[in-house]
C-alpha cells in the first residue's frame, strides 16, 4: 500500500494556485511543486499540517492509500 497525496486536487477545488498556496502555507515553493508533480514524494508531518491548514481541511483530508 503506498500513501497518495491529494494536495493538487483540493488546492484546485479551493481555487489555490501553487503560488498562492506558498504565501498561505509558509512551505516552500519548491516542495509544493514537487508534491503537484508527484503525488507520492515524501513529506514531513508538519509540511502537511500546514498545507492542510493552508486549504482549510483536516490533514487526513489531503492523503489516500493505492495499491502498489
Known amino acids: 500500500m503506498r500513501v497518495r497525496l491529494r ?3 483540493v488546492a484546485q477545488e479551493k ?3 501553487m503560488t498562492k498556496l ?3 502555507s509558509e512551505v516552500a515553493y519548491g516542495t509544493i511543486r514537487k508534491v503537484f508533480r508527484d503525488p ?3 513529506v ?3 509540511t502537511l499540517g500546514r498545507l492542510a491548514q493552508a486549504l482549510g481541511v483536516e ?3 489531503l492523503i489516500e492509500d493505492v495499491p502498489d
Open 7 to 9: 494536495v493538487k486536487e
Open 15 to 17: 481555487g489555490l494556485s
Open 22 to 24: 506558498h504565501q498561505k
Open 40 to 42: 507520492f514524494t515524501d
Open 44 to 46: 514531513t508531518i508538519i
Open 59 to 61: 490533514t487526513k483530508d
